[in-house]
Structures are given as structure tokens and as C-alpha cells.
């Protein structure tokens, strides 16, 4: 065989292997995010914790709950689906997704300025975690 002949053969089994690795991490984060999202709902007495396990919507359940804001994702959603709106309501989700983090790190009885410390280019993601990690485990 050929040089040329196994380079295809060499990326596709690379990019097969970081799709097989992105499939590990995210069922990780989902996992650690469920568990975190279940915890924080026990320990803030949320009747039904365990729906933190729906994928992609479990944990904003369980911190709709616990922040009292009830009303604004129904606002979001009427804002998404008319299409000239979009950008505001992206814009409108950022805001109240760190006005829910606050009030959620709040009733957690932490200083809800941390929360801003997920607008931090390349550690946001990772602090979000740490951060969720300390809300439910966290000693009161």
C-alpha cells in the first residue's frame, strides 16, 4: 500500500476517535451535572429531585424551582419562535440564565457574585462546574 492510500484511512480513524471521546466527556458532564442538579434539589427540599436526569432540561427544572422564576422561559419561548425576535431573546436568555444562577447560589446561602466568574474566556465552562459541584456539596 501506498503513503497516499493510508492518510484517508489515518483521519478517519481520527476523527472517529475524538467523535468517540466528545461521546465520553459529554455523557460524563451529563452525569455529574444530573448529579449535582439532584443534590442541589434534596438539599433545597425540591419536591421530584430525580428530574434533574432528563437530558437538557432535567437541571433547568430543578434551578427554576429554586430561583422563583417561573414566568421568564415561557417568555423566551414566544420570543424564539417569532424569528425577529431571536436575537433579543438570546440576549434576554444570557441575562436571566445569570440572574437564575445568582438567586440559585443565594438560596444555597453562597455570594451570588461567583456566578460572574463563569464570564471568564477559557475557565467559564470549567468554573460552571466547580461551581455547580460546590452548590451541591458544599457544607452550610
Known amino acids: 500500500m501506498a503513503l497516499e492510500s493510508l492518510i484517508p484511512v489515518g483521519l478517519i480513524a481520527m476523527m472517529a476517535g475524538m467523535i468517540v471521546i466528545t461521546i465520553?466527556?459529554?455523557?460524563?458532564?451529563w452525569i455529574y451535572t444530573s448529579l449535582a442538579a439532584?443534590?442541589?434539589g434534596r438539599r433545597e427540599k425540591v419536591d421530584k429531585p430525580n428530574l434533574?436526569?432528563?437530558?437538557?432540561?432535567?437541571?433547568?427544572?430543578?434551578?427554576r424551582k429554586i430561583a422563583k422564576m417561573h414566568w421568564w422561559p415561557f417568555?423566551?419561548?414566544?420570543?424564539?419562535i417569532i424569528p425577529i425576535l431571536n436575537t433579543f431573546a438570546m440576549i434576554a436568555f444570557l441575562v436571566f440564565y445569570y440572574i437564575w444562577?445568582?438567586?440559585t447560589t443565594e438560596a444555597r446561602k453562597m455570594p451570588g457574585w461567583i456566578v460572574l466568574l463563569?464570564?471568564?474566556?477559557g475557565l467559564g465552562g470549567l468554573w460552571g462546574l466547580v461551581l455547580m459541584g460546590l452548590l451541591a456539596w458544599n457544607k452550610d
Open 52 to 63: 434533574a436526569w432528563i437530558p437538557g432540561l432535567g437541571p433547568a427544572l430543578i434551578f
Open 75 to 80: 417568555l423566551l419561548l414566544i420570543g424564539l
Open 38 to 40: 439532584a443534590a442541589i
Open 101 to 103: 444562577w445568582w438567586k
Open 24 to 29: 465520553i466527556v459529554s455523557i460524563g458532564i
Open 118 to 121: 463563569t464570564l471568564i474566556p
